[in-house]
């Protein structure tokens, strides 16, 4: 067992899951936390108390307190409810405020969302001193939370909190809150040099959150090493990149894992039939035949199943598969898709249900157990993404005996190994400039392996089950990461 200080963390940030999720920061949020309190941190998760988030967790929480706070420009005093839930080790403490969270999703516009997360950084580190439980770290997510450590620095800097070190983390470099100049400073209240260029000003125009979380944050991470380095090229740094650079002494990669208690295919209740690495080869196409009834599909455990889960929009690298659907429908493989996202793919995605009836099945929507179940029952998972901070599909997959097809890039690059056909090594099959040909190239090799050389394909799909995804190498990452910024 491994020990070493203890240290208090508050984990800052707009999604969790099981009370509202809406892509990897929800399970992030989620999994590192709990194993972090297994390795002597006392952690707290500060989140905002949406509306949305199902009755019976809102009925768990319990009152802890309240009070006023005033905010930015505005001249008002703003209500700020602390409800609280412990679960596993973890206390999560929601942050009330109807005016701010009552709406059906946590994401609403930049219109709203804005004025929402100024208001909800600074109640987060006020609701710390009103409850006078001052972290060692404060450890936010995203542009969301990302005030977090400019507000530190500056209107609590004197306060109790105000001794905290700051980790900000970023999940995806895409979205970053970007708004007006006077918008922003009318909402925050914050002083003069904090939009100057080196932080929070993006341009004549408008603030950067983002920007200016990542200047004042004592310590930035992202979800992995590859995404690090990318995000400091043109390519991927999304007009940040002279920003990352010059932040670079203090900017490193630690890869996601997942929650084996979520994602665990022998106690899984959402399959047909559990399995384990023992017995994965017998059980497999059981729940591959049970997936193919419930979606419609030709039920024949000798088709090639490849699955897509993803939200659907231009980071996944979709417009390269629906470039190759034609060629990938051959008869003997059958494609599923579970997802929601633009308009565009949606409907390519319900065309090719109809031209290929019983051997493409497009869901469109977010179904966590279906997505076990595609998970379970596939063969292959396409990743084929344009960009991917660290991506945890193609973790599931492995984890599930289902063999990645990823793009060369971000977390998919350090976590997906690409097959050797010479010495059988390797976790999946990978292209790395994107481009159809390459991802076509990339699915035909995966479906040589199969349909020809079995026995070797069996053998990568033991190696990944038994490959470790866990969270408790990366979350050590974090411990140490925490340790060297309180090294007392
Ligand atoms: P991102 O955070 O960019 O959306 P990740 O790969 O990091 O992508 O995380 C996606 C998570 O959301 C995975 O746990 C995946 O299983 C889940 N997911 C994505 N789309 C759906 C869907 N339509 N239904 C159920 N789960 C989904």
Redo the contacts with the bound molecule.
């Keep these: 067992m491994y020990t070493s200080p203890r240290r208090s963390v508050a984990f800052i940030g707009s999604e969790c899951h099981p009370f509202v999720k809406t892509?990897?920061?929800g399970?992030v949020m989620y999994a590192l936390p709990r194993v972090l309190a297994q390795q002597n941190c006392d952690v707290r998760v500060i989140l905002p108390r949406y509306a949305c988030i199902p009755q019976k967790y809102q009925d768990k929480m319990v009152y802890r307190g309240e009070f006023y706070m005033d905010l930015g420009q505005t001249g008002r005093s703003y209500y700020v409810g602390i409800m609280e839930y412990v679960w596993d080790g973890v206390v999560y403490d929601f942050i009330d405020n109807q005016e701010f969270f009552s709406a059906g999703n946590p994401y609403i516009g930049l219109v709203d969302d804005i004025p929402k997360y100024c208001y909800f950084s600074k109640a987060a580190l006020a609701a710390l001193n009103y409850m006078n439980w001052i972290p060692d770290i404060v450890h936010c997510h995203d542009w969301q939370a990302a005030l977090v450590p400019v507000y530190l620095r500056t209107l609590f800097k004197d306060s109790p909190v105000g001794r905290a070190k700051s980790v900000l983390t970023i999940?995806?470099l895409r979205f970053q809150g970007i708004y007006n100049i006077p918008t922003i400073r009318y909402w925050t209240g914050l002083p003069d040099e904090v939009f100057e260029m080196g932080a929070l000003k993006q341009d004549y125009v408008n603030a950067n959150m983002l920007k200016g979380g990542l200047a004042y944050a004592d310590r930035i991470t992202t979800v992995s090493n590859t995404y690090a380095w990318e995000i400091q090229t043109a390519e991927y740094g999304e007009k940040l990149e002279d920003h990352l650079r010059y932040h670079s002494y203090k900017l490193r990669g630690i890869v996601n894992g997942i929650d084996y208690g979520m994602w665990n295919p022998a106690t899984d209740p959402s399959l047909a039939v559990n399995y384990d690495i023992t017995n994965v080869l017998q059980h497999k196409p059981e729940n591959k035949r049970a997936l193919q009834q419930e979606l419609g599909l030709v039920q024949d455990e000798g088709k090639f199943v490849i699955g897509l889960?993803?939200?659907l929009t231009d980071?996944k690298g979709l417009d390269l598969v629906s470039a190759v659907i034609p060629q990938v429908m051959d008869g003997n493989t059958q494609v599923v898709v579970?997802?929601?996202g633009d308009k565009e793919y949606e409907d390519t995605f319900r065309y090719y249900e109809n031209a290929c009836k019983g051997m493409f099945s497009a869901c469109i929507?977010?179904?966590?157990a279906?997505?076990h179940r595609i998970y379970a029952g596939a063969d292959a998972l396409l990743v084929p993404s344009r960009f991917e901070p660290?991506?945890?599909?193609q973790l599931?997959a492995m984890h599930y005996g289902t063999l990645p097809i990823v793009r060369e890039t971000g977390g998919l690059k350090d976590t997906v190994e690409p097959y050797n056909v010479f010495n059988g090594a390797g976790n999946g099959f990978t292209f790395d400039r994107y481009d159809a040909g390459l991802l076509l190239d990339a699915i035909n090799r995966a479906k040589t392996e199969y349909f020809t050389s079995r026995y070797h394909w069996d053998e990568v799909v033991q190696r990944d089950m038994a490959k470790d995804v866990s969270w408790e190498n990366s979350a050590r990452q974090y411990k140490d990461l925490y340790l060297e910024l309180t090294p007392w």
Excluded at 365 to 368: A, H, S
Excluded at 390 to 393: A, E, P, W, Y
């Design positions: 892509g990897g920061l399970d999940h995806n889960i993803s939200r980071q579970l997802g929601t929507q977010y179904d966590e279906r997505a660290c991506g945890l599909t599931n």
